[in-house]
């Protein structure tokens, strides 16, 4: 298994902050990247994915890539309390890879 | 109608137990996998199966044994329980064999917690 690394947290935002949160990744061939979220005592549902280096945004969410530094980011904008749950960063070596690797996750708390 | 369930959702027994937990997906997908997550929520693939067909076998005891009779169930059989078995399974499926394909979607059961005492 590709090895991908998170902090774990918690990270305690307040309602309305912007809520980062980092992963970087060891097998430079790495191609696609994937943040799943999972909710305390629920199972992971996708909410981005991402190829190219750069940002790519979706509502609240704005995912961010740079293969060079090995990274992938999530920044959650304008966080809600609804955004509290873990958040699990994955990635497939090639498009055609049978596999997702799965980090540890990032646990995101949002302060009312 | 859940798209992907496991039965059961909890299990509590004794180690050198014996126990199974089965998975049921009603998408239409050709592809079903197991997963563990720990304590820590680390989450690791341990088998993957295309149409009845095994395609990822991870370093896994041999005490742990999946089975799909079709491609819209996929169990797990587990021998001779260990004290450090004891984590969330979950089952997933996608709909190819390429790991959800560019989406890297799979959708996953809500897991069956194991408890081995």
């Known amino acids: 298994q590709k090895e991908v690394e998170q902090n774990s947290g918690p990270l305690s935002v307040p309602e309305g902050a912007i809520a980062s949160l980092n992963c970087t990744y060891s097998?430079?061939?790495?191609?696609?990247f994937f943040w799943y979220r999972q909710y305390s005592g629920k199972s992971p549902e996708l909410i981005m994915f991402?190829?190219?280096?750069g940002d790519k945004e979706d509502g609240r969410f704005t995912a961010q890539l740079n293969k060079a530094s090995q990274y992938v980011s999530l920044l959650i904008r304008d966080s809600q309390p609804s955004d509290s749950a873990t958040y699990l960063c994955?990635?497939?070596?090639?498009?055609?890879?049978?596999?997702?690797?799965f980090g540890a996750g990032t646990t995101v708390t949002v302060r009312a | 109608d859940t798209a992907v369930s496991q039965t059961p959702k909890y299990l509590v027994t004794q180690m050198g137990n014996d126990k199974s937990i089965k998975c049921e997906q009603n998408?239409?997908?050709?592809?079903m996998y197991w997963y563990k997550q720990d304590s820590k929520k680390f989450l690791k693939i341990m088998f993957s199966?295309?149409?009845?067909?095994?395609?990822i076998n991870e370093t896994v005891p041999n005490r742990f044994s999946p089975k799909s009779p079709d491609k819209a169930h996929l169990n797990l059989h587990i021998n001779s329980l260990e004290l450090g078995d004891s984590a969330v399974y979950f089952c997933?499926?996608?709909?190819?064999?390429?790991?959800?394909?560019?989406?890297?979607?799979?959708?996953f059961g809500e897991g069956s917690r194991l408890t081995v005492l």
């Open positions: 997933a499926s996608s709909q190819d064999s390429l790991a959800g394909g560019r989406n890297g979607e799979l959708f």
């Open positions: 097998d430079r061939g790495s191609q696609s």
């Open positions: 991402i190829y190219s280096n």
């Open positions: 994955a990635l497939k070596g090639t498009l055609n890879d049978y596999k997702l690797s």
């Open positions: 998408l239409g997908h050709d592809t």
């Open positions: 199966y295309n149409n009845k067909e095994l395609i």
